[in-house]
């Protein structure tokens, strides 16, 4: 073992969602290293259903234009149904996050206009320099998407290991037929999600803020 459980803490607890970037390009062998890495996750039966679409440079430029139009002229269709409801605590978790990122950025209680724009953030992917978009085979079902689950954190972390900042998006998901055209990504492939990446801008008000988690009891249930 060369790397200590709390050196790994670590690494979890410093990676974040991170809403703004900088626009300086991450290096091809740095993205390649966090692709090797991220690979490294288990799937079940080793199928190892992950293929993602990565844009660089003016790839990344007009994939986000065209995302960005895409929300006005087409309408939210994910491959993979999106939660039917949060209750509960998840509720009350979701409400959380989103008032803590509405307060980093400065959008009132109620202010409509201010949260729609904070979610169209989203479709700019938040001025990162590359997006990856992830898909899975669709036959695979909902076990491929939980392994692909596991890449995206696997993914998240490798790069927060190379000083690179990252952030999961359904919400880029949600405009599935699009990705599929744009980025030829076969129908009996379902598109999952997206994950922009880059290096953080730490000024930005929307990375001023971290999110909770419960705490271990509340997670386990222990027997014995
Ligand atoms: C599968 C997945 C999809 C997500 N989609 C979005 C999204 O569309 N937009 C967004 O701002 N954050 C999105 N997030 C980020 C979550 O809001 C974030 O992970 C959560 O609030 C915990 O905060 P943290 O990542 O900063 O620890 C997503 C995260 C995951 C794992």
Not at 218 to 223: A, C, K, N
């Amino acid at each position: 073992m060369t790397v200590s459980p709390a050196d790994l803490d670590d690494l979890f607890s410093r990676r974040y969602s991170c809403r703004g970037f900088r626009p300086d390009p991450v290096p091809r062998p740095v993205i390649e290293q966090i692709v090797a890495t991220a690979r490294r996750v288990p799937s079940w039966c080793n199928a190892q259903p992950w293929q993602v679409a990565i844009t660089s440079g003016a790839e990344t430029d007009a994939f986000r234009q065209a995302l960005v139009e895409e929300t006005r002229t087409g309408s939210p269709a994910p491959d993979l149904p999106f939660p039917t409801g949060y209750s509960g605590i998840y509720r009350d978790r979701r409400r959380t996050c989103g008032l803590q990122l509405y307060e980093a950025v400065g959008v009132e209680k109620g202010d409509r206009a201010g949260s729609a724009r904070q979610m169209m953030e989203n479709f700019s992917l938040f001025g990162a320099p590359h997006c990856a978009i992830l898909s899975s085979p669709a036959e695979l079902g909902a076990y491929g998407a939980l392994d692909c689950g596991g890449f995206v954190t696997a993914f998240a972390l490798a790069a927060q290991a190379a000083g690179v900042a990252t952030i999961p998006q359904a919400a880029v998901a949600s405009y599935a037929p699009f990705l599929h055209r744009w980025f030829n990504i076969p129908e009996d492939r379902l598109v999952l999600c997206a994950i922009s990446f880059g290096y953080a801008d730490p000024d930005h008000p929307a990375n001023g803020f971290r999110t909770g988690r419960a705490d271990v009891d509340e997670i386990v249930d222990w027997r014995g």
